[in-house]
T-cell receptor, first 115, second 110 residues
Framework: NAGVMQNPRHLVRRRGQEARLRCSPM?????VYWYRQLPEEGLKFMVY????????ESGMPKERFSAEFPKEGPSILRIQQVVRGDSAAYFC?????????????FGQGTRLTVV | DQQVKQNSPSLSVQEGRISILNCDYT??????FLWYKKYPAEGPTFLIS?????DKNEDGRFTVFLNKSAKHLSLHIVPSQPGDSAVYFC?????????FGAGTTVTVRA
């Protein structure tokens, strides 16, 4: 999973600030997934993106959260006006195709702490 | 709505013995199943997978069994080694989406 790069690894934000999490997929991968892991819980699907398209954002909170995967550059998960409940580990995964992929490769995650 | 369930949050096993991790699912549209291993402060890493058309897949010390009628799969690790101590996630694929279980923490005792 070293091929999927997430930064920063750790992010501390005060309540009300914005958090920006970045994910660069593996070379050649055009599909990106964001997952969130709350303390003591499993990985929860948030959003699935292809280049310049949001395919499925059914796991994203309706407010304050947004994601993009531009034609050039990394995928960005943006959380506006963060609250303490947003503290979690956010993982990005990439795959070389949508349907039919046999494994997704994960980054090391960004640990967001809201103080 | 938890479509993938790992009902055992933890498992302790002696080194050299077999570790058996279980996973149940509810969505009959899942066509591919995967196991991921996760160490603290790292991302999940792929371990082994199985297609829904098979009932067994083996890779070294790791074997995954699938019982479609029971909507159940299991991961066997034999022999267990200290480096196997980690959190193991079961995942299932429906089209483009992976759904994960809550994980089982495995501790291998020396």
């Amino acid at each position: 999973n070293a091929g999927v790069m997430q930064n920063p690894r750790h992010l501390v934000r005060r309540r009300g600030q914005e958090a920006r999490l970045r994910c660069s997929p593996m070379k050649g991968h055009s599909h990106v997934y964001w997952y969130r892991q709350l303390p003591e819980e499993g990985l929860k699907f948030m959003v699935y993106l292809q280049k310049e398209n949001i395919i499925d954002e059914s796991g994203m909170p309706k407010e304050r959260f947004s994601a993009e995967f531009p034609k050039e550059g990394p995928s960005i998960l943006r959380i506006q006006q963060v609250v303490r409940g947003d503290s979690a580990a956010y993982f990005c995964a990439s795959a070389d195709q949508g349907s039919g992929f046999t494994e997704a490769f994960f980054g090391q995650g960004t640990r967001l702490t809201v103080v | 709505d938890q479509q993938v369930k790992q009902n055992s949050p933890s498992l302790s096993v002696q080194e050299g013995r077999i570790s058996i991790l279980n996973c149940d699912y509810t969505n009959s549209m899942f066509d591919y199943f995967l196991w991921y291993k996760k160490y603290p402060a790292e991302g999940p890493t792929f371990l082994i997978s199985i297609s829904s058309i098979k009932d067994k897949n083996e890779d070294g010390r790791f074997t995954v069994f699938l019982n479609k009628s029971a909507k159940h799969l299991s991961l066997h690790i034999v022999p267990s080694q200290p480096g196997d101590s980690a959190v193991y996630f079961c995942a299932a694929r429906d089209d483009y989406k992976l759904s994960f279980g809550a994980g089982t923490t495995v501790t291998v005792r020396a």
